[in-house]
């Protein structure tokens, strides 16, 4: 900026000496501003750098800490790995060792067998030989024997006949002198005045039924019997045998024999709880037998060996008119429907005694239809046979459960042929099974049909008074078990069937029985459970014994 023009010396002076000091004021200010802005910027540097150093200390921090999650994570899918790892080969090594005991059973099972087929072959090879030497004589024997046959039957049925004609003129006879006390002994007669209806025998068969049926009167008697079924059931293996070997030569019967055994298998297992429930399957299993009867390609055999002396005498020979030697196939499956039978009794009614109902309904509605009857007589002895392998205590038998020959003869199971017995549990299960399905079989209610009930009421009683009538001290779990399911919800029907005398049949077996019967080892705890049924009816049926 250039001087005023109009000052003159001293003036000029002190204004050039003013301009001077403003000069050197604004450019120490300047130079101060200058110094605060680098001091500033400075500073600001300084706070970044360590604001820089700070994230990059927090990084490396959250760095290290995710290596260390990291590491942590893989170590444990590590763990994981190495447990699985572990536990597989566990797994493997246990499926292993099971094949290996299932190869060496399967081994052991077959070497069993081929010493089996071979003893077979060479007794059937005996057998033959001594068939070939018998033949002609049984056939200048049979057309006698045949005839010998005839004549000792009908004299059965008439001296069957007058036997109870005698024992009901006896029972008559003693009602005018019985006392209160014996209208409560074991399984009475029952008086004439209560006359209650026999379900058993469908409409022909009504009248004189108004006494207990009678019972066997020595245990001789009832091991005959038991014995002559068991024979039955071995026929029926040899026939099992007899039919498969034939079916080996002809591939047409076996396809077709074991199509029908399958299916009759299958219906039977398929049988549910239900009015009109198992129509469809028993349709089924009827169509299939029916087929078997009228088979002309099947071998024929003589029905008589598989029905027991009782059902032979009760034919009238005089209306006998159907052919001795039937279809083999038909007998073969008649077989397999009862085992069927049995195998469901003890699957189902084990585990629910109820479930044995529609496995009886169809097992009798089976036995009842007369396109299935020899001569009017039913072939339920083939089912009946193996009830006296499978349950032999329903007619009485006992023995010492501690001992093989005991066990076998109550009906104990083994796991496998010649294996070790079934779990006492599993023993009870079965018993419990077979002891309900009898009462389903044997309390049917023919009384509204014409059909004639193959399984009378009175088998029922029979089995009762079999179990309740043992020696003192014979009674074993066993009896008490298969009492237990016997009685157990079929109470009513069993009153239906026999008024006040079924009153009296359940007070000695509920009360009477299980307080004086004695009994094994291991009895006791299932008498406790027979003997809490009376309070049972009590309570639920409000039925006094």
Not at 233 to 245: E, G, I
Not at 386 to 393: D, M, Q, S
């Amino acid at each position: 900026m250039d001087p005023p023009a109009k000052l003159d010396g001293p003036s000029m002076q002190l204004y050039l000496d003013m301009r001077r000091l403003d000069l050197s004021a604004g450019e120490e200010f300047s130079a101060r501003l200058d110094r605060d802005f680098r001091d500033r910027e400075a500073a600001h540097r300084a706070a970044l750098d360590q604001a820089a150093a700070e994230h990059e200390r927090v990084r490396q921090s959250a760095e290290v800490a995710r290596q260390r999650f990291e590491h942590e994570v893989q170590k444990e899918i590590k763990r994981r790995q190495d447990e699985e790892a572990r536990e597989l080969d566990k797994i493997r090594q246990e499926k292993a060792e099971r094949e290996l005991a299932e190869r060496r059973r399967d081994i052991e099972h077959a070497r069993r067998e081929e010493a089996t087929r071979m003893m077979a072959e060479e007794e059937e090879a005996n057998a033959r030989a001594a068939a070939a030497a018998a033949e002609t004589r049984r056939r200048d024997e049979k057309d006698r024997a045949e005839a010998v046959e005839g004549r000792l039957r009908a004299q059965r049925a008439e001296a069957e006949a007058e036997a109870e004609t005698r024992q009901r003129a006896a029972a008559v006879a003693g009602l005018a002198s019985q006392t209160p006390a014996q209208a409560s002994s074991p399984l009475p007669a029952q008086q004439a005045d209560q006359r209650p209806v026999d379900h058993s025998a469908g409409h022909a068969s009504q009248a004189g039924s108004g006494t207990t049926p009678a019972v066997k009167g020595t245990w001789g008697d009832r091991d005959g019997e038991h014995q002559e079924y068991r024979q039955i059931h071995q026929r029926l293996k040899q026939l099992r045998t007899f039919m498969v070997q034939g079916a080996k030569q002809n591939p047409d019967l076996k396809r077709h024999m074991g199509d029908m055994r399958r299916e009759i298998r299958k219906r039977v297992g398929q049988c549910t709880e239900g009015r009109g429930a198992n129509k469809g399957l028993m349709d089924k299993v009827m169509a299939i037998l029916g087929e078997a009867k009228a088979d002309a390609n099947s071998p024929k055999v003589d029905v008589r060996q598989f029905l027991s002396a009782r059902t032979l005498a009760s034919i009238d020979s005089a209306n006998a008119t159907d052919a001795a030697h039937v279809p083999g196939l038909l007998v073969y499956l008649v077989n397999i429907f009862t085992k069927a039978i049995i195998a469901q009794f003890i699957s189902e009614a084990s585990v629910s005694p109820k479930a044995a109902d529609p496995v009886g309904i169809i097992a009798v509605q089976m036995f009842a239809a007369r396109e299935f009857r020899w001569n009017g007589a039913s072939l339920i002895d083939i089912l009946l046979a193996k009830f006296h392998v499978v349950c032999p205590v329903l007619w009485g038998m006992y023995g010492d459960e501690g001992t093989v020959q005991g066990k076998a003869r109550l009906g104990w199971w083994r796991e496998e042929r010649d294996g070790p017995w079934v779990s006492e549990q599993r023993h009870g299960e079965r018993m419990t099974g077979l002891g309900a399905g009898f009462a389903s079989l044997a309390l049917r209610d023919f009384s509204k049909t014409k059909l004639v009930n193959p399984l009378p009421n009175a088998a029922y009683w029979r089995a009762l008074h079999a179990i309740v009538a043992l020696p003192p001290g014979a009674a074993t779990a066993t009896h008490f078990t298969v009492l237990k399911a016997m009685v157990e919800g079929h109470e009513a029907r069993f009153l239906k069937c026999y008024g006040s005398a079924a009153l009296a049949g359940l007070r000695k077996a509920l009360i009477d029985f299980p307080r004086h019967a004695g009994g094994q080892g291991g009895a006791s705890v299932a008498a406790r459970a027979v003997a809490v049924l009376p309070d049972v009816l009590k309570r639920n049926h409000k039925l006094t014994l």
